[in-house]
């Protein structure tokens, strides 16, 4: 059974950092496209960033530069270092294993990004 547990959410003023935490269990990390995903309020599901089997990373044009998606396999865990917050960051972010079917989703963090 897959299981993805994200953590790492909270309340953050603009301009502050927060790390996410993905902790997979039935899969591993390493040999997965990996990613986050951010549901804004009133908003479809959005891809923030992903990470390959091979270690590369792909993000949204609008998190360029202040996000960054990395592994630790040893952990079996995905991290997303977000820096330089802004307001429309705010919002679920999910975490995704695998690139197509089947493909695993975890619960969800709440990030809230005050201006």
């Known amino acids: 059974q897959v299981q993805l547990v994200e953590s790492g959410g909270g309340l953050v003023q603009a301009g502050g950092s927060l790390r996410l935490s993905c902790v997979a269990s039935g899969v591993f990390v390493s040999a997965n496209y990996m990613g986050w995903y951010l549901q804004a309020p009133g908003k479809q599901r959005e891809l923030v960033a992903t990470i390959t089997t091979f270690g590369s990373t792909n993000y949204a044009d609008s998190v360029k530069g202040r996000f960054t998606i990395s592994r630790d396999n040893a952990k079996n865990t995905v991290y997303l270092q977000m820096n330089r917050l802004k307001p429309d960051d705010t919002g679920v972010y999910y975490c995704?294993?695998?690139?197509?079917?089947?493909?695993?989703w975890g619960q969800g963090t709440q990030v809230t990004v005050s201006s």
């Open positions: 995704k294993a695998g690139r197509y079917a089947p493909t695993y």
